[in-house]
């Protein structure tokens, strides 16, 4: 069953999807151009790019599938790409933060942030913040733009080391991811915060996609293929299945105009008690604004 099925089209809209070449990412890129969106692809993985590109196109006739390169653990990479997708001169109406590596072991992003932190947390919240001039002026009463961000269950037991972020001091791999959805967790909600403040036609929200049978878990010791398939086949969801709660976020109606929630299974849930400390979105949102160099939104404009 195809998202045409249940949500309406979407021919005049344009969105991006990070991490869109494989497993979650890719689904949703393909079920957004399945409604007509204008979808453009980002990720770090050039040599896929092309085939993934001819076959979201191939299976869903819409020939507005594009791919973008962004290595999100690069400040720099994130700042040419925006550059690229502004020279498009289009607009945008759908942000989908869905890229992410999970439990890798202790290195570092070229900007010498902790790779989960930086990549998984800092690279979205820097791609964010310089889309979100070019989301304003997409968005306008009765349809709003959107901004999703892919979390985890995994941040109900992240811990927030404001002191240490980057791990410096001790680092466990499961610690570091679930630190870095939790961070997500409580971007979005500040992000929404500012969105209401500004009166602007933008919501954000985030998901829980729930246990995906993706490359995702390539990094878990029990991940031995033989494992990994047996459990995938018997517990996970299918991507497809995973970025369901994603794609709807993303354009369904019933959401249209709200934002500030925590999505599992396309339902509002509750998120860690912690995510909902105003003073410590705020804190978090500071230290962002000072580790990737831009000015903050609260007190000023967002440098490009
Ligand atoms: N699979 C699950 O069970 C599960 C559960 C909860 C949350 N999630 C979240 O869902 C999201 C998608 O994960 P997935 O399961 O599809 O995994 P995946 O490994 O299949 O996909 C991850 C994507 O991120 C991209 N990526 C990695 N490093 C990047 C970089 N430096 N720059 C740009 N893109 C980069 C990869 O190329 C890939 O396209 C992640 O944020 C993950 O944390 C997944």
């Not at 700042?79 to 942000?95: A, E, N």
């Not at 500071?286 to 000023?300: A, E, F, N, R, Y």
Request: proline share 4%.
């Amino acid at each position: 069953m195809g998202p045409e099925l249940f949500f309406p089209p979407q021919p005049d809209r344009v969105a991006i999807v990070t991490g869109g070449t494989d497993g979650i990412g890719y689904s949703t890129a393909r079920q957004l151009a399945r409604l007509g969106m204008h979808v453009i692809v980002a990720g770090n993985n050039d040599g896929k790019a092309q085939e993934v590109v001819r076959k979201i196109k191939e299976e869903t006739l819409n020939d507005k599938v594009e791919f973008l390169y962004c290595d999100l653990a690069s400040m720099k990479s994130i700042r040419q790409f925006v550059q690229k997708f502004r020279m498009k001169k289009i607009p945008l109406h759908v942000l989908v933060n869905n890229a992410g590596v999970m439990m890798v072991p202790q290195r570092k992003t070229r900007d010498g942030f902790e790779e989960h932190f930086g990549l998984n947390y800092l690279g979205h919240f820097l791609l964010t913040n310089l889309l979100l001039d070019t989301l304003k002026e997409s968005g306008c009463p009765g349809r709003s733009a959107r901004v999703v961000t892919v979390s985890s269950a995994t941040h109900y037991v992240g811990e927030l080391n404001m002191d240490d972020l980057q791990g410096s001091h001790f680092y466990s791999p499961h610690g570091a991811y679930a630190q870095s959805k939790l961070a997500l967790v409580l971007f979005s909600y500040h992000l929404q915060w500012l969105l209401v403040a500004e009166g602007s036609h933008v919501t954000a929200n985030v998901v829980d996609p729930g246990v995906v049978n993706t490359d995702l878990y390539r990094h878990v010791f029990w991940g031995t293929r033989l494992f990994k398939k047996l459990l995938g086949w018997l517990f996970f969801k299918t991507p497809d299945e995973g970025a369901w709660t994603s794609i709807y976020a993303a354009v369904t109606p019933e959401l249209e105009g709200i934002g500030g929630r925590y999505l599992y299974n396309e339902k509002e849930t509750k998120s860690l008690k912690l995510t909902y400390d105003q003073k410590l979105q705020r804190q978090l949102w500071t230290k962002s604004c000072q580790m990737t160099g831009i000015l903050d939104v609260t007190h000023g404009p967002v440098s490009g």
